[in-house]
């Protein structure tokens, strides 16, 4: 029973080591200089953020949400710049930014933004737009928005990087 157990270990990590070998090709193979992904390392990005100000009830009725957005650092070594981070309402207008000057965040540090809950006028199609930048091949940070409602229900949505303008 002990080898059996033991062999089920092996195989199972024989079967993640091909299953990263295979995620990793699927990526394109390693960014020039450096050992990961391209679509891990990179030196900047735009990156838009889909968020939700407010989403409709079963009557109709708008229910307000507030909503953090969450920049991370997944670097370890390095520190990035957040250049810019733009607010839009769901007709695609500026309504906010929320960086006044560039921030450096420092390795496994995090940026944190507030729209509160009682501000309905983004709608519900909001999004950002976080412009990022590093002077190293760095691991791309993480941006997401997490929305959190009046009863207590909280889900989130990851960015997806887009071309900069």
């Not at 092996?10 to 990263?20: M, P, Q």
């Not at 070998?21 to 020039?32: D, K, N, S």
């Not at 519900?124 to 929305?147: C, D, K």
Request: glycine share 10%; proline share 5%; no cysteine.
């Amino acid at each position: 029973m002990i080898l059996l157990i033991i062999g089920l270990g092996v195989i199972a990590n024989k079967l993640h080591e091909i299953d990263d070998q295979l995620a990793y090709a699927a990526l394109g193979g390693a960014a020039e200089g450096s050992s990961l992904p391209a679509e891990v390392a990179a030196k900047g990005r735009a990156v838009y953020v889909p968020a939700y100000s407010q989403l409709y009830s079963d009557d109709g009725r708008a229910v307000p949400l507030s909503i953090n957005l969450s920049v991370r650092n997944t670097d370890p070594e390095h520190p990035i710049r957040i250049d810019q981070v733009r607010l839009h309402d769901d007709h695609g207008d500026g309504m906010d930014e929320l960086v006044d000057e560039t921030r450096v965040l420092a390795p496994m540090a995090t940026a944190s933004y507030l729209i509160q809950g009682r501000d309905l006028s983004n709608g519900s199609g909001a999004n950002f737009v976080v412009e990022w930048s590093a002077q190293e091949q760095i691991n791309r940070p993480i941006i997401e928005a997490i929305m959190l409602g009046p009863d207590g229900v909280a889900f989130k949505s990851r960015g997806e990087p887009i071309e900069r303008r």
